[in-house]
């Protein structure tokens, strides 16, 4: 069973408007999420990340926002660039710092200029 | 310059003959983890560190073994592979679980 899932496997969005990411969990025990971006031959790469006890983290162009209750986060690009373009994970781990991390399935993002 | 190192970066192999991935960090980093890409499936994490002799099981530890002598260093060994094992691996390092984690290039492994 998949406990972090990113249901829509790709999007397109033109250059300048906003790209939003969503990311569904189902295990209440996670409490630390984060986004990482991957370019074809490469690593994954850390974006942005968010503790529980928060409900929104800003970083330049990139906003994560987080929904506890609904078990919910999203990843906001604004505006989007075509250097965006690339697959997105989400990535959650539970408490202590010393546990699993668990992947969604990634979404491929197109910027198209 | 901070770095993970993952050797080698493409590997074809037959079925059963035993392999060995290396991993280096230059972080000082406590955490270090193997994941494995497949299409349809992301990122899964196989095996995972939390410092030196300390290792438990990720989400699909079968088929694998890891050992963790020195901070630096997580190797993966694949005692018996199987084409089942035929993916896109990526080790990475951070402080923590919850850290900002730093990946490797990857290492394309096929095995016929």
């Known amino acids: 069973d998949q406990q972090v899932k990113q249901n829509s496997p790709s999007l397109s969005v033109q250059e300048g408007r906003i790209s939003i990411l969503n990311c569904d969990y189902t295990?209440?025990?996670?409490?630390?999420f984060l986004w990482y971006k991957k370019y074809p031959a490469e690593g994954p790469t850390f974006l942005i990340s968010i503790s529980s006890i928060k409900d929104k983290n800003e970083d330049g162009r990139f906003t994560v926002f987080l929904n506890k209750s609904a078990k919910h986060l999203s990843l906001h690009i604004v505006p989007s660039q075509p250097g965006d373009s690339a697959v997105y994970f989400c990535a959650a781990s539970a408490a202590g710092g010393y546990q699993k991390v668990t992947f969604g399935i990634g979404t491929k993002l197109q910027v198209i200029p | 310059e901070a770095q993970v190192t993952q050797n080698p970066r493409y590997l074809i192999t037959v079925t059963g003959k035993k392999l060995t991935v290396t991993c280096s960090q230059n972080?000082?980093?406590?955490?270090m983890s193997w994941y494995r890409q497949d299409p349809g499936l992301g990122l899964r994490q196989i095996y995972y560190s939390m410092n030196v002799e300390v290792t438990d099981k990720g989400d699909v530890p079968e088929g694998y073994k890891v050992s963790r002598k020195e901070k630096r260093n997580f190797p993966l060994i694949l005692e018996s592979p199987s084409p089942n094992q035929t993916s896109l691996y990526f080790c990475?390092?951070?402080?923590?679980?919850?850290?900002?984690?730093?990946f490797g290039q990857g290492t394309r492994l096929t095995v016929v």
């Open positions: 972080m000082n980093h406590e955490y």
């Open positions: 295990n209440s025990m996670f409490d630390y």
């Open positions: 990475a390092s951070s402080f923590s679980a919850t850290g900002k984690a730093f």
